[in-house]
C-alpha cells in the first residue's frame, strides 16, 4: 500500500499537511457525524437490501423483513446450477480479462510516446482518443452487429473484445499519460547515458516504476469491461457469447409467471462481488486513477 | 522491434539531430497500434453507420433483406417524423438534467462531509466507492426489488409510517417510473461526482482559509467566496463527464422497465429499431442523431478540459 500512498501524496501533499495541522484543534462536530453516518447508509443499505432478498425465499419473498426471517442459500444454489449464469460467469471473465490485457500492452506503447516523446500533433492524438471515449455505445453497436453478421463474429467472444477496446483503450491511454508523467526523469536519463535505447528505458525502467499506474489503469479497465451491457446484448445472441450482465437480464423472461428476483438477486451479489473486492483492496489507487488528471486543469 | 531500436541508440550517440528523428520515429511507431485500433472499432463503425443510415436497409422484408437501397435522408426523416423519437430525446433530456444537477448537489454534499470529516476518511473513501464499482444492471435491479410493489422497502415504510401511497406500483406508471430511474443513478453516479470535487477540495491551500478567518469572514462567506470559485474547474469536468454518460443512458431503463411508462431514452429507441423491429437503416439513423447530440456535448468537454490535455502533452512543464 506504501506505493499507492506515494503516488497519492504526490497529487495531494498540501491536504496531507493541513489534516495533520487541524485535528487538536477541532473536534469532530455532531452534524459531521450524522452527515457521514448519512452518507454510509446512503450507499450501503440499497446493496444490503439486495443481499437480504437475495438469502430469501418461498413466502418470505413477499414480506419486507429488514432482516432474513429463515436466512437460507438455496437462490445461490439454484443460481450454481444455471449453466446460462456459469456460461456469463466464464465469459464475463475471459472478455474483461483480455480487454484488460490487450489494452494495457498496446496502450501503455502509446501513452508512453504521448508522455515522454518527441513527437509531432500530440494534442490531436490525445483528443482523438477522448472524443473516441465519448461515443455512444449505441453508435459503435449498430454498424458493428451489422458488420458482425457479415464477417461471422456475431455471437462470439473475440466479437465483444474488439469493440470493448474502444472504451478500454482511450481509459487506460488517458490514465497511463497522467503517471508516466509524475515518475522523475532522472532514471531514465541515467539509463539513456549508459547507452540504453528509448525503448528500452521504457521498458526496463519506466513500467516497472509504473507498476501502481498500471495497477490503477487496468483495475478501471476491467471494472468498465464487466459493467458493459449495450454492447453484450446487441452482439450476442446465446449463452454461449454472452456476458453475466447480459445473461442477468434475460432471465427475467425466463419464468413466465413470477419473477424469480430470490434468484436474481444472490445472481447480482455474486457478479458484484469481485468489484467490490477490487474496491476494499485498491481502494486508493482507484479514486487516484478516477481524478488523475481531473483537478490539474 | 529491438533491432532497429538498437541501431537508433548508435546513432544517438554520433549525431543528436538523427536521434532526435529517430525518437520522433520510436514514437509513431509506438502510438500507431493504438491509433489503428481506434480506426478500426471506432472511427469505421461510425462511417459505416452514416453509410447505413443513409440506406433502405432491413433484414424482415425479404426484397431488403441482402441489398440496401440508397434512401437518401428517408431514414432521419422518418426519425424525426415519429413521435418515439422525439419522446425519447424529452426523456433523455429530462432525465439528463434532473439527475446530473441532483448528483452535482448531493457530491458536492458529500465531498464537503467527507473533507471535514478527519475520523473515518479512509472508510468513507471505499464506503462512496460501492455504489460506483457496482454494475448498472445490478443497480437497475437493486432499485427494482426496493421499489417492488409487495416485498419492497419504500412501500413497507409507507405503510409503517402511515403515510398514504403504500400500494404505488412504482415501476409501472408515468412519472414515478423516470424518478426510481433518476434515484438509481442518483445513487450509482452521486459518490463519483464527490471524490473528484473531493480531489478539487484537497489541492486548495489552508493559508486562503487562513487569511479570510482573520480578516472575518464567516463559513458560509468562505464557502460562497473562495470554496465555490476554486472548485469550478472540477466541478466542471464531473458536471461534463456525468452529462456524456446520462446522455447515452441504456442499461438502466432496459432493464428497470424496457423503455415504458415515459422511460424511453435515445439509446434504448435505437436498440429497439435495431434489434427488435430489424430496421437497420432506422436504427442506424437514430444512433447517428444520438451520436451527434452527444458529440456537441462532448464538443465542449474538448473545450473546457483542453487546457488539461496540453498539460499533458506539454514538454516544456515536465
Known amino acids: 500500500m506504501s506505493t499507492a500512498d506515494a503516488t497519492q501524496s504526490v497529487v495531494v501533499p498540501k491536504a496531507r499537511v493541513r489534516e495533520k495541522a487541524r485535528k487538536p484543534r477541532e473536534g469532530q462536530h455532531p452534524a459531521l457525524w450524522i452527515a457521514v453516518i448519512a452518507i454510509i447508509i446512503f450507499c450501503l443499505f440499497p446493496f444490503y437490501w439486495l443481499v437480504n432478498v437475495s438469502l430469501k425465499t418461498g413466502a418470505d419473498l413477499s414480506g419486507a423483513d429488514l432482516v432474513p426471517p429463515n436466512p437460507t442459500l438455496d437462490n445461490y444454489e439454484s443460481i450454481f446450477r444455471n449453466d446460462d449464469f456459469l456460461n456469463g460467469l466464464k465469459n464475463s471473465a475471459i472478455v474483461s480479462l483480455t480487454t484488460t490485457a490487450l489494452s494495457l500492452l498496446i496502450g501503455s506503447f502509446a501513452a508512453y510516446a504521448l508522455a515522454r516523446l518527441k513527437m509531432r500533433r500530440k494534442f490531436m492524438v490525445l483528443a482523438i482518443v477522448l472524443s473516441v471515449s465519448t461515443f455512444p455505445g449505441i453508435a459503435i453497436a449498430a454498424p ?35 503517471f508516466f508523467k509524475e515518475i522523475p526523469r532522472d532514471l531514465e536519463e541515467a539509463a539513456l547515458v549508459d547507452g540504453a535505447t528509448n525503448f528500452q528505458a521504457f521498458r526496463k525502467v519506466v513500467v516497472p516504476l509504473a507498476a501502481p499506474g498500471l495497477a490503477t489503469a487496468g483495475i478501471l479497465t476491467f471494472i468498465a469491461a464487466w459493467n458493459e451491457f449495450l454492447l453484450a446484448i446487441t452482439l450476442t445472441s446465446s449463452s454461449s457469447a454472452r456476458t453475466v450482465p447480459a445473461a442477468i437480464a434475460f432471465f427475467t423472461g425466463s419464468t413466465q409467471f413470477e419473477l424469480p428476483l430470490g434468484t436474481i438477486s444472490a445472481a447480482s451479489v455474486i457478479i458484484s462481488v469481485p468489484l467490490i473486492l477490487l474496491v476494499l483492496l485498491f481502494q486508493k489507487r482507484i479514486v487516484a486513477g478516477l481524478t488523475a488528471g481531473a483537478v490539474k486543469g | 522491434m529491438a533491432t532497429p531500436v538498437a541501431t537508433v541508440g548508435a546513432k544517438r550517440a554520433r549525431k543528436g539531430v538523427s536521434a532526435d528523428k529517430a525518437e520522433r520515429r520510436l514514437a509513431t511507431r509506438m502510438v500507431a497500434p493504438s491509433m489503428i485500433l481506434i480506426a478500426i472499432v471506432g472511427a469505421y463503425p461510425i462511417g459505416y453507420a452514416v453509410w447505413l443510415s443513409l440506406h433502405e436497409y432491413s433484414v424482415r422484408t425479404p426484397g431488403l433483406s441482402r441489398f440496401a437501397e440508397p434512401y437518401g435522408l428517408g431514414n432521419f426523416e422518418a426519425a424525426l417524423r415519429s413521435d418515439t423519437f422525439w419522446s425519447a430525446f424529452v426523456n433523455t433530456g429530462v432525465f439528463t438534467v434532473i439527475s446530473v444537477t441532483l448528483e452535482l448537489l448531493l457530491g458536492l454534499a458529500m465531498a464537503l462531509a467527507m473533507h471535514n470529516a478527519f475520523k473515518g476518511r479512509g472508510l468513507l473513501r471505499t464506503v462512496v466507492l460501492v455504489p460506483w464499482a457496482i454494475l448498472t444492471v445490478v443497480t437497475a435491479i437493486t432499485w427494482q426489488t426496493i421499489f417492488e410493489p409487495q416485498l419492497g422497502f419504500v412501500n413497507t415504510m409507507l405503510n409503517a409510517v402511515g403515510i398514504p401511497g403504500g400500494d404505488t406500483v412504482w415501476l409501472g406508471q408515468s412519472p414515478h417510473a423516470m424518478g426510481v430511474m433518476i434515484f438509481a443513478d442518483v445513487w450509482k453516479t452521486a459518490p463519483f461526482m464527490a471524490l473528484l470535487i473531493l480531489a478539487g477540495l484537497q489541492v486548495i491551500s489552508n493559508e486562503v482559509y487562513d487569511a479570510a478567518k482573520v480578516d472575518g469572514a464567516t463559513t458560509w462567506q468562505r464557502f460562497m467566496r473562495i470554496t465555490l470559485p476554486l472548485l469550478i474547474p472540477a466541478i466542471l469536468v464531473a458536471l461534463i463527464f456525468r452529462t456524456l454518460d446520462a446522455l447515452r443512458i441504456f442499461d438502466l431503463p432496459f432493464v428497470l422497465t424496457k423503455g415504458a411508462y415515459g422511460t424511453n431514452t435515445l439509446s434504448l429507441e435505437a436498440y429497439e429499431e435495431l434489434r427488435a423491429n430489424r430496421l437497420i437503416g432506422l436504427g442506424s439513423a437514430l444512433s447517428v442523431l444520438t451520436f451527434v447530440i452527444v458529440m456537441a456535448v462532448s464538443f465542449l468537454y474538448i473545450r473546457f478540459v483542453g487546457g488539461n490535455i496540453r498539460s499533458l502533452t506539454d514538454e516544456g512543464k515536465a
Open chain 1, 144 to 178: 458493428v452487429f451489422k458488420l458482425w453478421t457479415d464477417i461471422g463474429l456475431y455471437n462470439t467472444l473475440p466479437g465483444l473484445i474488439i469493440p470493448y477496446l474502444t472504451f478500454a483503450l482511450p481509459l487506460t491511454i488517458y490514465i497511463l499519460v497522467s
